[in-house]
DNA sequence: GTAAGTTGAACGAACGTTCGATAATTTTTA
DNA sequence: TAAAAATTATCGAACGTTCGTTCAACTTAC
C-alpha cells in the first residue's frame, strides 16, 4: 500500500538526512545508508533510481517543506510588514523545528553538487518571497533597490544565526527574534 | 630546492581548487586531482600525507589568505568606522579577486568536513574582527548587543552578494558596495 | 495466486594508499 | 672541475576495500 510505501520511503530519507549531517556529502553511499536503516542496499533501488535520484529528490522535499513551513498563514491581503513578520517568524521556528533539514539544506546550497545535477531553475531559496518585497518597494516602505540585496540584508542574517544556535553560540528565544525582526526592518526601510 | 617543492605544492593546491568547485567534495579523489595536474597520483603522498591532510592544509591555507587580504592596512589606531569601511571594502575585493577560493570556503564551512576533521578551535572565519566590533559597542557606536550578531548583520550580507556576484545575479561595482557598507552600518549603529 | 516488496550475492569500476624501481638534482669527494 | 655519492622527486603497478548498481530468487501481503 501506499502508506507502507510512504514509510519505507520517509524512512530512507530521515536517514539520509542523518546520515549526511554526521559524514557529509562527501563519505556517503548507499551501503551506508542501508546498513543505518537496517535494509538491504538493493531495497533502496525499489524506491529510488540511483543515488543522485535519491539526493536530488530528498533536496526537493526539504525544500518544499521548507517553503510550506515559511508561508504558513500568510495571505495575499495581508500588509507587507505583517507578512514580512509572520515569514521570518515562521522561518525561526521552521530552524529551530528542523535542525537537520536546515543544515543539510545549507550544505547542499554551496556544494556543486545541486548546481550540478539540476539547474534548480527556481532560483534561490528566498525566491518565493521576492513577490512581497517588491511590493514593499512599491509601497514605499523599502529602499528602492534590487531585490535581492533587500532579501539578503534582512534574511540571511537569520540563516547564519540559524547556524550560530544548532553551534550552542546564540539562543533563538522570543526576544531575541524580535530584535533580529526589528534589525532586519532598519537595514532595508526607507 | 624549496621553490621547486612549493610550485609543486601550489600546483596541487590550484588542481584541487579549480577541480573541488567543478564536482564537490563529493566527487573529488586523488587520481582525478593527479590527472589534472598531469602527476602521478602517488606523487601527492610526497607533499601530504593523505586526501584529508591536502584538504585540511587547503582549506587553512584559504583561511589564512583570507583574513590576510581581510586586514590589509588595518592599523590599531584607526577608527572604528575606518576599520569598519576598510575590512569590507577589502572582502569585497578579496570575494571578486578570488572567486574560486571565496566559494571553496563556503563550501567547506557548510560540510561536516572540516568540523569533523579538526575542530578549527579558532571559530568562525570572521572571528578576527571580533575585537573591531567589541571597541564599537564599547565606544557606543553599535548597539550593545551579542557581537556575533552584529558581525552578522553587517558581514554576512557580503557573502551572499558575493554568491550572488559569482552567478551573473548581482554587481560588485563600488557604488554596490558604498550602497552596502552603508546599510551594514545603519543594520548595527546605536 | 498474483503482485509488491526484500534480499544476498555478484559485477566491474574507482577508491585511497603503498612500494620498489627509476629519474632528476644536489652535495661531496678527489 | 669531473666523477661519485647521496638526496630528492616521480612514476607505474599493484594492494585490498568500497563504491553504485543489477539480478534472480525469495518472502510477504492481499
Redesign the interface.
Known amino acids: 500500500m501506499e502508506n507502507k510505501t510512504e514509510n519505507k520511503m520517509e524512512l530512507i530519507y530521515q536517514t539520509t538526512i542523518a546520515l549526511?549531517?554526521?559524514?557529509?556529502?562527501?563519505d556517503?553511499s548507499m551501503s551506508k545508508i542501508a546498513k543505518r536503516a537496517s535494509i538491504s542496499s538493493s531495497s533502496i533501488y525499489f524506491y529510488f533510481e540511483s543515488k543522485e535520484d535519491l539526493l536530488i529528490k530528498l533536496y526537493f522535499n526539504l525544500k518544499d517543506q521548507m517553503h510550506q513551513e515559511m508561508f504558513r498563514g500568510i495571505t495575499a491581503d495581508m500588509s507587507v510588514r505583517d507578512g514580512f513578520e509572520k515569514i521570518l517568524r515562521n522561518y525561526s521556528n521552521y530552524i529551530v523545528n528542523n535542525k537537520a533539514n536546515f543544515?543539510l539544506m545549507?550544505?547542499f546550497?554551496?556544494?556543486?553538487?545541486i548546481r550540478?545535477s539540476c539547474k534548480d531553475q527556481n532560483g534561490?531559496v528566498f525566491k518565493p518571497i521576492y513577490a512581497l518585497f517588491e511590493r514593499g518597494i512599491k509601497e514605499g516602505l523599502f529602499?528602492d533597490?534590487?531585490t535581492?540585496?533587500l532579501v539578503?540584508?534582512s534574511c540571511?542574517?537569520f540563516?547564519?544565526?540559524g547556524k550560530?544556535y544548532i553551534n550552542g553560540?546564540?539562543e533563538f528565544s522570543s526576544a531575541n527574534i524580535d530584535?533580529?525582526i526589528q534589525?532586519s526592518w532598519?537595514?532595508?526601510k526607507a
Not at 20 to 26: D, K, P, T, V
Open positions: 549526511l549531517n554526521e559524514i557529509g556529502l562527501s556517503i543544515l545549507e550544505q546550497l554551496d556544494s556543486p553538487f550540478k534561490g529602499k533597490l534590487e535581492n540585496l539578503t540584508y540571511l542574517p540563516v547564519q544565526m550560530e553560540e546564540y530584535i533580529m534589525m532598519n537595514a532595508i
